[in-house]
């Protein structure tokens, strides 16, 4: 080999067969580096991946070949993945095993692989990767072959070509030390010491991070100083002679701890690198030998998939990549792990004091300082990066920052983020000052209204002067005001500046939009100002802690970490998520996040796992129901099934369940105690009738509000009065305790609302004008007695409730004290439907959307419930020995409660249609009665006599 380079090989063919060098990559990982590259530069990829640039720039040129080859073997994506961790793991000096790289497998595996020891042996053949001690793993390995036609061959070197390259053999090799590392050693030994001299309290990352400096300065930037370096270093320079150090404040460049922390994000090992980091499962553990590390657990380590030849050539590594296979663990200079050294005296382990921990204490009060010093500056995430502590951690200790105040007298009061006493913007007092006169005067808002006071607000002090100092409003203003999105839809992505925008608004203007929302409602508030019910909801429940937050002029900030093409892959996955739903098929959790990881790589982002936390936030950001679907939709047949006046038992709600969810969930089973977990979710609506402040689903909201603008439409157009408007509802009585009913004692899961255990069944109804109409009571029996005390009477054999019943009840109160034309409202019961479609053009009827007359039905708001409240305390009081009180009795029962209502109710009547809006008699303040419960007094604040 020391003849002329420039003499083609055909010429000397045995040169070429002994001085061929193997390729030591794997055509993945030349892809994959290819790809960093391109996404990056090539000297960031050669610096994170340890590859010498001229190599990636050859691998470039080939990058046709090297995909041909990449689509050959056809090797997973997440494999290649797993072997780039495990050379970096590698390189920094880590002894992995196999049950560790299974490990690592698993947790980066997309598909349906099985991960065990076939599967490891054929992964270390797909690259290279040699069990320690051996040259193959279950038979002879084949050398890979260069090619030498579409892969350029790297410049000829100046120096001689390297030896052929050999497996290593099994018996122990050292690693090279850089030129010139003892004068480092000393000058860094130099250092520590002058440091300890001076009282100095030096951490392992301040000695690591200075001595990663000092080999960048001397010329060695890809050196990485980690736990196994720092103890090789502290051993070799404690065996220096005294004499050796001349510790000259002249001619030592002294730095405190903060100058050589201040280069810790410069010099962060690959293992800490955002980029590569694949997890904290390999963990050194410098209290272990190596040949004691994996002989407890009898697991058979690896060694790192290179040869020390490899790295000896010109354009293999750096030489940072030197590495060994050995079964005796190295220093990080080569040198073999010497016996720890003897006890020092008392004198000397004095002069080492300062520096010591203490017991139980990892860090030392000092560094835990510049960390939180730093955190104030940044945000968690990236001070952990910097520092290489965990972020948890970091958040702990910014928790805890009066302890340090309390260590540190003299940084009392610094430790305090700025924006934490961010002064208010005027744009923000503005608005602020807005809300509170609307609050305070009780004006009602609308959408239209808090968009337009928005784009006032920007006008008046200028968009540029908003985006600055008020970021908050005009995020708000561009994002949900002028897209009408709530927090959940889809961002859009091709107006926005790469980052994902959560709007952090101020205490002040959450205070007083939850103030607005209690006025009003809370689903209206939401859309009002576009902001999420839940939000709103949560923000009401912690009023004192925003107040004090006011109080103290502390304002939260919310760090945004997510770039522009993580969200378009994100909103890939949601696209392709969209389109099996509408193909009637709902992708698990799995599948979303199998294709999810596969969406990121083909987006640059290798790193990513999209665990199931990232399946959890990635479903809250589009809107996606992971628990609990369908259960709308199962909710309002049942509260449907209930307005039939029909009881439904727990076997129909099992049934409808697998009716309902089989549609998107193939081979759904509905268990028995599933019936039984959806009662308990939704007891406010199915255990007692529904007041008219408990929330529906939304979809009946819509129905509810839809349902309002039709029957105000309806009005005009017939031009009734108030008292030729109306509403009847049947009111079942239950007499006996044993009976249970349609009130709900709150002893069942779902009330009972059948009319077969009833005792009497009351026809109840009233106007607008605020009258309440003689009741109808239906009773069993063969009577023919039809009035008695002002009030009709039917009695019945089976007291049925058809159309028939219906129209005898419109014959003989309806007919009679209504004026013509007159405008009815009645729930979705059957027979009133059947009603309606006969009824007389005199009247018009209005049947309530189903599932829906809790809040749109003006005798089931208040007057039925009050009803039912009087006549129960009236059998009560009756005093007689029978559990079943004679029809006479039940029917002066009936009449003495329907005085009373006519009595003492004219205007809680009134209210009940005012509420349910049912009626609009022009009035602005008593149009804005809609929805508020408050309003109607309650079934029990007076005292029957």
């Known amino acids: 080999m020391k003849s002329d380079q420039n003499v083609p090989p055909a010429t000397k063919p045995e040169v070429q067969s002994t001085c061929a060098v193997p390729d030591p990559f794997p055509a993945s990982f030349k892809l994959f580096s290819i790809g960093v590259a391109e996404e990056k530069s090539v000297k960031e990829a050669s610096t994170l991946l340890s590859v010498d640039e001229s190599l990636i720039e050859q691998w470039i040129k080939g990058k046709l070949e090297i995909t041909r080859k990449v689509n050959a073997n056809n090797i997973p994506q997440w494999e290649t993945d797993v072997f780039v961790g495990v050379r970096r793991d590698a390189l920094a000096g880590h002894e992995i095993s196999v049950s560790d790289l299974m490990f690592r497998a698993e947790s980066l595996k997309v598909d349906e692989t099985s991960v065990n020891l076939q599967w490891s042996q054929r992964w270390c053949e797909r690259f290279g990767v040699l069990f320690k001690g051996t040259s193959r793993l279950s038979g002879p390995k084949p050398q890979p072959k260069e090619t030498p036609t579409t892969v350029p061959s790297p410049p000829a070197p100046t120096s001689p070509p390297p030896s052929p390259p050999t497996p290593p053999p099994a018996s122990r090799q050292r690693r090279t030390r850089f030129r010139g590392a003892s004068e480092i050693d000393l000058e860094l030994w130099t250092w520590y010491k002058k440091m300890q001299k001076k009282g100095r309290k030096l951490t392992k990352a301040i000695v690591c991070a200075r001595a990663q400096r000092l080999f960048q300065k001397h010329g060695h930037p890809e050196f990485r100083a980690g736990d196994g370096w720092h103890r090789a270093w502290k051993r070799r320079c404690e065996q220096l002679n005294p004499q050796d150090l001349s510790i000259d404040e002249q001619d030592i460049d002294v730095e405190d701890e903060s100058s050589a922390t201040s280069h810790l994000h410069q010099m962060t090992p690959p293992v800490q690198n955002s980029h590569m980091f694949y997890g904290s499962y390999w963990t050194d553990q410098p209290h272990m030998r190596g040949g004691d590390l994996h002989k407890s657990d009898g697991r058979q380590p690896i060694a790192p998939p290179f040869y020390d030849s490899y790295v000896n050539y010109d354009h293999g590594m750096t030489p940072a990549c030197t590495l060994e296979v050995s079964n005796q663990p190295y220093t990080d200079y080569g040198q073999p792990s010497a016996p720890p050294p003897p006890v020092e005296s008392s004198s000397n382990s004095n002069s080492s004091a300062p520096g010591q921990k203490k017991k139980n204490e990892r860090y030392l009060p000092d560094f835990k300082l510049q960390v939180v010093k730093y955190a104030l500056q940044s945000t968690f995430k990236k001070t952990a990066e910097h520092f290489g502590v965990h972020h948890s951690t970091v958040a702990e200790w910014c928790r805890d920052r009066e302890k340090l105040e309390r260590l540190f007298p003299q940084e009392k009061g610094c430790l305090v983020k700025n924006t934490e006493t961010t002064a208010v913007s005027p744009a923000e007092q503005m608005f602020v000052t807005w809300l509170t006169e609307c609050n305070a005067s009780g004006a009602k808002l609308d959408a239209a209204q808090v968009k337009e006071k ?14 600055a100092n008020c970021r908050w409003l005009y995020v708000w203003h561009k994002k949900r005001l002028e897209m009408e999105q709530m927090i959940e839809d889809l961002p859009e992505l091709q107006s926005s500046s790469g980052k994902e925008f959560r709007i952090a608004f101020p205490p002040a203007v959450k205070l007083e939009i939850v103030k607005v929302a209690e006025r009003l409602k809370f689903s209206e508030a939401s859309k009002y100002f576009q902001i999420d019910r839940n939000s709103l909801s ?30 378009e892959a994100e909103k890939e996955v949601y696209q392709w998520y969209q389109q099996c739903r509408n193909n009637g098929y709902k992708p698990g959790p799995n599948e979303v996040r199998a294709k999810a990881a596969e969406t990121y790589r083909r987006y640059g982002d290798t790193t990513m796992k999209c665990s199931i936390g990232w399946y959890s936030r990635w479903s ?19 509260l449907a099934q209930l307005e039939q ?35 308990k979710r939704h007891q406010a609506l199915l255990q007692k009738m529904p007041m008219l402040d408990t929330p529906l689903p939304a979809v009946l909201e819509e129905k509810i509000s839809s349902f309002r603008q039709e029957v105000q439409k309806l009005q005009e157009q017939f031009g009734v009065t108030s008292a030729a408007i109306g509403a009847m509802d049947e009111v079942p009585l239950y007499f006996s305790s044993g009976a249970g009913g349609g009130t709900g004692s709150g002893s069942l899961l779902v009330r009972r609302c059948g009319f077969e255990q009833a005792q009497a069944i009351v026809f109840l109804s009233c106007l607008s004008d605020g009258g309440v109409l003689p009741p109808l009571a239906l009773l069993k029996g063969s009577s023919s007695v039809s009035e008695v005390n002002g009030m009709f009477v039917l009695c019945q054999e089976e007291m049925k409730v058809d ?7 419109a014959d003989r109160v309806w007919g009679r004290y209504v004026p013509s034309p007159s405008f009815l409202f009645l729930d979705s019961f059957e027979p009133h439907k059947q009603f309606a479609a006969s009824a007389s053009s005199d009247i018009k009827v209005s049947i309530t959307p189903p599932a829906c007359s809790s809040q749109t039905h003006p005798v089931v708001v208040w007057l039925r419930r009050k009803f039912q409240a009087l006549v129960n305390k009236m059998s009560l009081d009756r005093g007689s020995s029978r559990s079943i009180p004679t029809v006479q009795e039940m029917l002066e029962c009936i009449a003495a409660a329907w005085r009373h209502l006519q009595a003492t109710s004219h205007d809680a009547v009134q209210k009940s249609f005012a509420v349910t809006g049912a009626v609009l008699t022009g009035d602005p303040n008593e149009d804005d009665m809609v929805g508020k419960s408050e309003l109607l007094p309650s079934v029990d604040e007076d005292d029957f006599a």
């Not at 809250?620 to 049942?638: A, H, M, N, P, T």
């Not at 159309?803 to 009840?809: A, D, G, L, P, Q």
């Open 454 to 467: 928005v784009k006032e607000i920007i006008r008046y002090f200028g968009e540029d002067q908003v985006k």
């Open 538 to 567: 949560d923000w009401s429940k912690t009023q004192d802690k925003l107040k004090a937050m006011v109080k103290e002029g502390k304002v939260r900030k919310k760090e945004v970490s997510k770039s522009k093409k993580a969200l």
């Open 620 to 638: 809250r950001r589009f809107g996606i129901q992971l628990r609990y679907e369908k259960d709308d939709e199962i909710l309002e047949w049942v």
């Open 645 to 679: 006046n029909r009881s439904v038992t727990h076997n129909e709600i099992q049934t409808q369940a697998i009716a309902t969810l089989s549609q998107t969930r193939t081979g759904f089973k509905c268990s028995a105690g599933w019936p039984i977990r959806f009662c």
């Open 803 to 809: 159309r028939s019943t219906v129209e005898y009840w």
